[in-house]
């Protein structure tokens, strides 16, 4: 089983001062990684301050030392493939290689039409989501890449100086459905879930389990990913009931787990107080460590 891995999802919805506060916070407190997430506006609360995804990125990556970073997930809505891969790549080199490059096929209700574009159907998010991957994956080897699918295309993309990480920075890939998650057993170093619940969550994992026998690939071979905190499933009020959940995720083999500071969730589900936060980084997370060690 990997390591455990403990990382925090900062909404990029306050004054960049405190945005830089809070990632500085999270890095002396130890945590293992800090993320940031790609949507055009709050999908929950339109119309609320929010920053651009791949430039609030850059300003983490600047502004910490130690910490992974990435986008929890970029969204193949945003951008074109070419666009986020060279993106990822001077992201990947001003953090001195501590990037993640996070990718999904979701995209909330809200984005398509303030990006003003159309709304893909199910089956063409799925096959852009496959070709998006595919291409990324060889923008992020490769120096030279030519690449035509149905969807995405590019004639001599010239990916000089390449990444940092070689031979690629890991991929974190949020898959949930059967198509997706055949993509994510070809691609992903860790995979990631929301849930919505535990029971759910392992039938995903056992579904990626048999996708990558089915791709020829070691299922251990990639981390199961937890982002805790959004939906009723895994909700979470205090600092003992965090580590409640992470008990019974690491029963079911997860070992990465990402949690909102300040705590955010869905309207109507229970979340914790922003302190609760600070119980976390200074006792909560140094005893899993220990515990599950």
Not at 237 to 264: C, M
């Amino acid at each position: 089983m990997s390591a455990l891995r403990f990382d925090a999802i900062v909404l990029p919805n306050e004054p960049w001062a405190d945005l830089v506060r809070r990632w500085r916070r999270l890095e002396l407190g130890g945590l293992d990684g800090i993320w940031s997430c790609d949507h055009f506006s709050n999908p929950h609360r339109p119309g609320h301050p929010w920053f651009e995804a791949a430039t609030s990125l850059m300003g983490l990556a600047l502004v910490t030392e130690r910490v992974r970073i990435g986008l929890l997930v970029g969204a193949i809505t945003s951008r074109h493939p070419t666009l986020f891969a060279q993106e990822a790549k001077t992201i990947d080199h001003a953090s001195g290689g501590r990037l993640d490059i996070g990718i999904g096929a979701g995209g909330a209700p809200t984005d398509a039409p303030m990006w003003g574009c159309d709304e893909w159907t199910p089956t063409e998010r799925i096959a852009r989501f496959v070709e998006y991957v595919e291409l990324v994956d060889r923008l992020a080897r490769d120096p030279l890449v030519t690449y035509d699918g149905e969807w995405y295309s590019t004639h001599g993309a010239a990916m000089d100086p390449g990444f940092v990480q070689k031979p690629r920075p890991p991929f974190v890939i949020a898959a949930h459905g059967p198509q997706s998650l055949d993509v994510a057993a070809r691609f992903a170093d860790t995979w990631n879930t929301f849930g919505p619940t535990l029971a759910e969550a392992r039938q995903s994992s056992e579904r990626l389990t048999a996708a990558c026998i089915r791709n020829g690939r070691d299922p251990d071979e990639i981390r199961r990913s937890a982002l805790l905190g959004l939906v009723d499933g895994t909700a979470w009020t205090s600092a003992k009931e965090f580590a409640e959940l992470v008990l019974h995720w690491h029963d079911a083999g997860f070992t990465h787990f990402v949690f909102y500071d300040p705590p955010y969730a869905r309207d109507g589900v229970p979340r914790a107080e922003p302190q609760a936060v600070d119980e976390l980084i200074a006792h909560t997370i140094p005893h899993l460590r220990q515990v599950l060690a």
